[in-house]
C-alpha cells in the first residue's frame, strides 16, 4: 500500500499561483497512477487532474485546464500540482491519490489523506 502526504496549500490572492506536492512512501516499488482531488465546503469531492506512472498521459477536468499542470517527479514518488491564476472558486482541500489502475483514477474510491488547504481570496 502506498501512503500519500499532501502539502503546498495556503492563502492567496485571486489570480495568485500555488505549488501543491505530494510526497508517496510504502510499496512505491510497483508502478501508479497519481492524481488530485478536491472537496470545496459543502460540495462533493470532485476529480482534479491525473497522470500516470511515466508521465506520458494527463488529464485535467475542464474548470482547471489551462491553469493548472500535474507533474511527477524523476524518482516518481512526487507529484506536483502547479496552480497559476487561481480564483475563489478554487478554494478547498485537495487531496492527492494513487491508483495501479490508469483508467479508473478519475473516479478513484479509495482512502483520502488529509490533505492540504487552499484558500483563494476575491
Known amino acids: 500500500q502506498v501512503q500519500l502526504v499532501e502539502s503546498g496549500g495556503g492563502l492567496v490572492q485571486a489570480g495568485g499561483s500555488l505549488r501543491l506536492s505530494c510526497a508517496a512512501s510504502g510499496r512505491t516499488s510497483s508502478s501508479y497512477a497519481m492524481g488530485w482531488f478536491r472537496q470545496a465546503p459543502g460540495k462533493e469531492r470532485e476529480f482534479v487532474a491525473a497522470?500516470?506512472?511515466?508521465?506520458?498521459?494527463?488529464l485535467y477536468a475542464d474548470s482547471v485546464k489551462g491553469r493548472f499542470t500535474i507533474s511527477r517527479g524523476n524518482a516518481k514518488n512526487t507529484m506536483y500540482l502547479q496552480m497559476n491564476s487561481l480564483k475563489p472558486e478554487d478554494t478547498a482541500v485537495y487531496y492527492c491519490?494513487?491508483?495501479?489502475?490508469?483508467?479508473?483514477?478519475?473516479?478513484?474510491?479509495?482512502?483520502w489523506g488529509q490533505g492540504t488547504q487552499v484558500t483563494v481570496s476575491s
Open positions: 497522470i500516470n506512472w511515466s508521465g506520458s498521459s494527463l
Open positions: 491519490v494513487a491508483d495501479r489502475n490508469w483508467r479508473s483514477i478519475t473516479t478513484y474510491t479509495g482512502s
